[in-house]
């Protein structure tokens, strides 16, 4: 273990560093350094021990509170300081830089689990929200296609609420991936032609994919769902909305999927 003595303490917060916690909005900067931003007092203190912590800002009071917090860089700086280098419109006590986790991706681990499958999910407020979700209900393996929304987008990470410290995503081509799956483990999708989730017997484990907020499933992986669903607007001859949000949609498939898991 890395001892107390091994950190690099500073007082102030400088314009290099700012402008380098800055630059982690953007998907190059954080291609780079290799390195994604958490802000916010629950948000960092929820995830500080799921990620190497390489720089900490907070306030002084922050600190002491939190005496024994561990990261390379220890920065105690004014609530003016972090703002300026902050992502928030409403910047709080404290402000983590993380390094990028690399999971290995076990698709014989998959076979056994409801997994969430995402395919160019591009809102980053639907995504963090989906982790959320997917952490509620017990997912812990999310996989998206590369052109979904970088998860280590400060929104994304904002929106996730924490979650990130237990979902892991991965990001691969869904086509070969999709090829690779067992074809034994049910790959389900929700269509307006499926099968109504309410009445559809469901199982413990598969893959329940969600496709793109303005044009749904690609029409590339349709061939790979081998059951479709449908979620009844009601009552079924009223006007309604002409679709749900995905992050809307996610929560209440996962939902049916436990609530058949589940022994009254």
């Known amino acids: 273990m890395v001892t107390m003595a091994h950190y690099i303490y500073h007082n102030m917060l400088s314009k290099n560093q700012i402008k380098y916690i800055q630059s982690l ?22 995830t500080l021990q799921a990620f ?27 609530r003016n300081e972090i703002s300026r280098a902050s992502q928030l419109s409403t910047p709080q ?15 014989a681990t ?13 809102d980053p407020g639907n995504l963090g929200t989906i982790i959320r979700i997917a952490d509620w209900f017990g997912i812990r393996h999310i996989i998206c296609s590369p052109e979904t929304a970088d998860v280590f987008n400060p929104k994304v990470v904002q929106a996730t609420m924490g979650a990130l410290a237990r979902v892991e995503v991965h990001y691969t081509p869904l086509l070969d991936f999709l090829a690779r799956m067992s074809k034994e483990i049910p790959v389900y999708g929700t269509f307006l032609d499926g099968d109504n989730i309410y009445a559809k017997e469901l ?9 793109n907020e303005g044009n749904g499933i690609s029409d590339a992986l349709k061939p790979y769902i081998t ?4 979620i009844p607007s009601f009552p079924p001859e ?27």
């Open 238 to 264: 009223a006007t309604t909305s002409e679709s749900l949000n995905v992050a809307v949609a996610t929560a209440i498939t996962c939902a049916e999927f436990r609530c058949r898991s589940i022994k009254i």
């Open 25 to 46: 909005s953007r998907k190059k900067g954080r291609s780079e350094s290799g390195c994604f931003l958490a802000e916010g007092n629950k948000l960092v203190e929820d």
């Open 110 to 122: 998959l076979a056994s689990q409801l997994s969430l499958v995402l395919d160019t999910v591009q």
């Open 227 to 230: 059951q479709r669903l449908y």
């Open 93 to 107: 006590d404290v402000l983590a830089v993380y390094a990028i986790p690399h999971y290995t991706l076990n698709e």
């Open 203 to 211: 199982t413990h484990n598969g893959l329940i994919v969600m496709g």
């Open 52 to 78: 190497d912590c390489r720089m900490l800002v907070a306030t002084p009071e922050w600190w002491a509170q939190h005496p024994t917090v561990q990261a390379d860089v220890r920065i105690e700086a004014t």
